[in-house]
């Protein structure tokens, strides 16, 4: 699936960037290809227009902003959240401003100190409710922003698969010598996604004794993972102890080929017990592990099930398909591939899930 040419797949809420970056002045961020300048405006509230100005197309992220709007570097043209050009200053202060100088807005809202934004007026599901955000008994650990050259549905189906954890992580917590994946016990599916529980037993190397404050060389750990379509999910982890996290990954489609990994944690615990930093560190070890894996497969994961092979464990990234697959036909898509397999996929409809 080509993420970019699924116009539904713009209906949905994406994480984009860090509140606090906005305090550096106007942002820049791609998503579904579509370039975005990002500001808080007079309210203090994040803003969201293309990042082209009706001008002469300058972009208007190399700006400033100026009472909340924001100035584009060519002509100084100001531009308010809702893309109405609201200074000229060529223009003689009596002459009103075009209605037609105006640039198109888009759906921005914080949520869990990032800006979120949708491409579309209709959003389809809400944002994604995390009530240990506003649990005081959670602390709130930032942990990932980057760019990944991986396709959503790669990334996110990663997520989901316990099959290779004991060997992509054989250095920080895989047990090669336990390679079956643990059974999935229920599944169930929502509006937005899905939710599915298992648990693992684990290798709980040093690195991470302390900051489970678990001294054993393994551990149990009880997984609830819920995906939220397309490319977003929490894990929450519960151990013996009675610690919890909660982690938010969310693989925003830059375009095709990329991902941003936006990641953050919510845990029980407190500093003194477990310091963010080694955390994060802990972290940093099993993503990149996954990273090394998910630049190498190929972006356009496709969505019918007879062009790769299967296992039990898969079964998450199946139901994802299908899912998918069915949001495309509930909105008369086809499924999009790369130009040398886009034939064959527009006159093989999609697979009827079974
Ligand atoms: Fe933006 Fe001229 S290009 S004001
Ligand atoms: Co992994």
């Not at 043209?77 to 200074?87: A, L, V």
């Not at 980057?146 to 917590?173: C, M, Q, T, Y």
Request: charged residues 25%; negative net charge; aromatic residues 10%.
């Amino acid at each position: 699936m080509l993420t970019t040419q699924q116009p539904v797949l713009r209906r949905f809420w994406y994480p984009v960037i860090p509140l606090e970056n906005l305090l550096n002045g106007p942002q820049s961020f791609t998503l579904l290809e579509q370039p975005l300048v990002l500001w808080l405006d007079q309210n203090g509230k994040p803003a969201a227009l293309a990042d082209r100005c009706c001008h002469r197309s300058a972009q208007l992220s190399k700006g400033t902003i100026k009472n909340g709007c924001v100035r584009c570097p060519y002509h100084g043209w100001e531009f308010d959240g809702n893309g109405s050009c609201t200074t000229v200053p060529q223009l003689d202060p009596n002459t009103a401003i075009p209605k037609t100088y105006r640039v198109t807005a888009f759906q921005c809202v914080e949520r869990y100190g990032y800006v979120w934004v949708c491409l579309d007026d209709h959003p389809l599901q809400p944002i994604p409710d995390i009530p240990q955000f506003a649990d005081p008994n959670f602390r709130f650990i930032h942990e990932f922003y980057e760019p990944w050259k991986v396709g959503g549905l790669r990334a996110i189906e990663n997520s989901f698969d316990s099959a290779h954890g004991h060997f992509v992580h054989a250095s920080s917590w895989g047990d090669q010598s336990n390679p079956q994946p643990p059974p999935i016990d229920e599944v169930t599916e929502t509006d937005f996604g899905f939710v599915m529980q298992h648990w693992l037993e684990v290798l709980n190397p040093d690195l991470q004794k302390k900051n489970l404050g678990i001294a054993a060389e393994k551990t149990i750990r009880t997984n609830e993972r819920t995906w939220y379509m397309p490319f977003a999910r929490t894990l929450r982890i519960q151990y013996p102890n009675g610690l919890e996290h909660l982690i938010f990954t969310a693989y925003t489609p830059i375009d095709d080929q990329h991902s941003q990994v936006i990641q953050f944690c919510l845990r029980n615990d407190t500093e003194a017990e477990a310091k963010a930093a080694d955390i994060i560190a802990f972290d940093r070890q099993v993503t990149l592990e996954d990273r090394v894996i998910l630049e190498g497969t190929d972006y356009d994961a496709p969505l019918s099930l007879s062009e790769e092979q299967h296992m039990a464990s898969d079964r998450p990234g199946i139901l994802m398909r299908r899912r998918l697959a069915k949001l495309l036909r509930d909105h008369g898509e086809v499924e999009q591939r790369r130009s040398d397999l886009s034939q064959k996929r527009l006159v093989a409809p999609i697979e009827k899930p079974v």
